[in-house]
């Protein structure tokens, strides 16, 4: 038997891109997998982008992309208060999939995710903070054959989700100064995925 979590008779509506033109939006992570397509479709779409980028990053794959670029050090905030000002949005991206302690990832996915809502908490204007979190902060279904609902109590169970739950717990003490949106989308890949997609490799010439 299948079970449909969709109403009957109701049609799938095709996604349409929101309208971002006339707006500045602040890109964390702008030189990743996601990061890179989204400052492309904010731009193509009439938006400005401005990247935040580490001081280690490799910029070369903005190159040619008009977008405005500011070194941001999120571990401590350092840049970050010159460049988000006239911001209406501040995409929170930036995360690590892999790392070889639970330090390591809370660093990476909580600790500077509340560094960057505590410098737009701070600012005049508070721009709206997006959380890209992830579908492993929220965890396996509770009970075998029920579908995981939003209410459900969060039960990650790796240190990666662990870390993306924590990272909105930090977001949200801001979130009465700076609004602030959570999304926990699921894996993310395709042309050109470095991470994902070669993890598959392996299982698949064994198979």
Known sequence: MTTSINPPHVAEQPFMCPDVSRIRVVVTEATGFVGRRLCRRIVEGGGRVTALVRPQSDRRVLDGRPVD???????????????????????RLAASVRAASRAEFRLANTVSTGVLAGVLASSDVPPRL????????AGPAPAPGRVR????????????????LAGEQAARRFAGQAPTVMVRPPVVYGPLDVTFVPSLAVPARTA
Request: proline share 4%; aromatic share 4%; with cysteine.
């Open 130 to 137: 997006v959380v890209c979190s992830s579908l492993a902060a």
């Open 69 to 91: 670029v500011a070194v941001v050090d999120l571990l401590t905030g350092s840049g970050g208060a010159e460049a988000v000002p006239g911001a209406d949005v501040v995409v």
């Open 149 to 164: 609902r939003e209410e459900d109590r969060a039960g990650p169970v790796s240190w990666y989700g662990a870390g993306k």
